[in-house]
């Protein structure tokens, strides 16, 4: 189902809100008096997004009171939301697409006088972190997009290096076997669907938990919870997440 969420739009709000394509919309929004455009993959798209709430949102909701938080692979911002609502002083997304980052900008406007946090959504390469910020956030959320990562294990310590307390992940393409392995695929182009990340001849990771859990440690995590879907839709949501702090030097 969409997200849900508790606020009502002006009369100029749904006007803007209309001027966006239906694809920036990665997460569908209901409100208390309109809905945001479907995405043409959306049934898909709320389903899994509906699933990545229920494995994070109590992760994110507890450990966000009056934090720095780090939003990265943000799309349209709905998991920015969620750590506003958790109680988050300030919340920076990160994104590569444009459109996107324009639709959260407007998805947290609409929060306006009803959470005390301070947004700033901006496009952006995870490759270079460290060029694009200067000082730790107290917590980096990454959640999705690890596998259409190249170097997932370097990217993985760029944000070792910008998380002081704690690092949400999720991500899909988990392997069912045992063993630390990993497999590189080619993909079939997908972004006629509106699925702009899944582009012709673009490489993307499946990894065992094993492989995500060394990956962690690499990068100078050590893994304090883990979650996965229910054994029976592990097929539909191959996912893994963890929830995971800061141990010391990566690699070390």
């Not at 910008?162 to 076997?177: A, D, K």
């Not at 702009?196 to 050590?222: K, N, P």
Request: charged share 25%; glycine share 8%.
């Amino acid at each position: 189902m969409p997200y849900q969420l508790d606020v009502e739009l002006t009369a100029e709000q749904k006007a803007y809100m209309s001027r966006f394509s239906a694809e920036s919309w990665f997460t569908s929004v209901d409100f208390k008096n309109a809905s945001s455009p479907r995405h043409p993959s959306s049934k898909k798209l709320e389903a899994n997004n509906e699933m990545k709430r229920g494995l994070v949102s109590s992760w994110i909701r507890s450990q966000v009171q009056g934090k720095r938080v780090l939003d990265l692979f943000c799309a349209n911002g709905a998991f920015s939301v969620e750590a506003a609502i958790g109680g988050a002083r300030e919340v920076v997304g990160l994104d590569f697409s444009q459109e996107r980052v324009d639709c959260a900008r407007f998805l947290v406007g609409t929060l306006e006088g009803k959470v005390d946090c301070t947004f700033h959504f901006m496009t952006g390469d995870v490759y270079e972190l460290d060029t694009l910020f200067s000082e730790p956030f107290d917590v980096v959320i990454a959640l999705g997009g690890l596998y259409h990562i190249a170097d997932p294990p370097y990217v993985l310590t760029k944000i070792g290096e910008l998380t002081g307390e704690r690092f949400i992940m999720q991500t899909s393409n988990v392997l069912p076997r045992a063993g630390n392995w990993a497999k590189f695929i080619i993909r079939e182009d997908r972004t006629a669907e509106g699925l702009t990340s899944i582009r012709g001849g673009r490489g993307v990771w499946r990894f065992t938990v094993e492989c995500l859990r060394a990956m962690l440690t690499y990068a100078g995590f050590e893994i304090l919870d883990e979650r996965r879907p229910p054994e029976d839709v592990r097929k539909r949501f191959p996912w893994y997440s963890a929830l995971a702090e800061p141990r010391g030097t990566p690699g070390g």
